[in-house]
């Protein structure tokens, strides 16, 4: 069955740190690229980061280049989203999710690539 299972969100105060995890089940990351999305209350579901089935390439928006970095574990089959130097604009629910198609070389960040979402886990940047 196929199952993303994100972790590691919590409360952090402004400038913290945090680093999400999002188990994959039911398919290789080999295969397929991964993202992360965010939502905060009101706005839309927007892309945060993504990272290739290769490994070898991410894609990050603009408002966390530079803080946020995209990883994964093959071993694992896990993919990561470090994410530090935290503000309160940071604070949503965020999401990993799965490309719908396999074999892609590069990632994008457009939410109808991806088919299948994880749970979310919630972040609050706040002092």
């Known amino acids: 069955q196929l199952q993303l299972v994100e972790s590691g969100g919590g409360l952090v105060q402004p400038g913290g740190s945090l680093r999400l995890s999002c188990a994959a089940s039911?398919?290789?990351?080999?295969?397929?690229?991964t993202g992360w999305f965010r939502q905060a209350p009101g706005k839309e579901r927007e892309g945060v980061s993504c990272?290739?089935?290769?490994?070898?390439?991410?894609n990050y928006a603009d408002s966390v280049q530079g803080r946020f970095t995209a990883s994964r574990d093959v071993a694992r089959n896990t993919v990561y989203l470090q994410m530090n130097s935290l503000k309160p604009e940071d604070t949503a629910v965020y999401y990993c999710a799965r490309v719908r198609s396999p074999f892609i070389g590069r990632c994008v960040l457009s939410r109808n690539e991806y088919d299948y979402w994880g749970q979310g886990t919630q972040v609050t940047v706040s002092s």
């Open positions: 990272i290739s089935r290769s490994g070898g390439s991410t």
């Open positions: 039911g398919f290789t990351l080999d295969n397929y690229n």
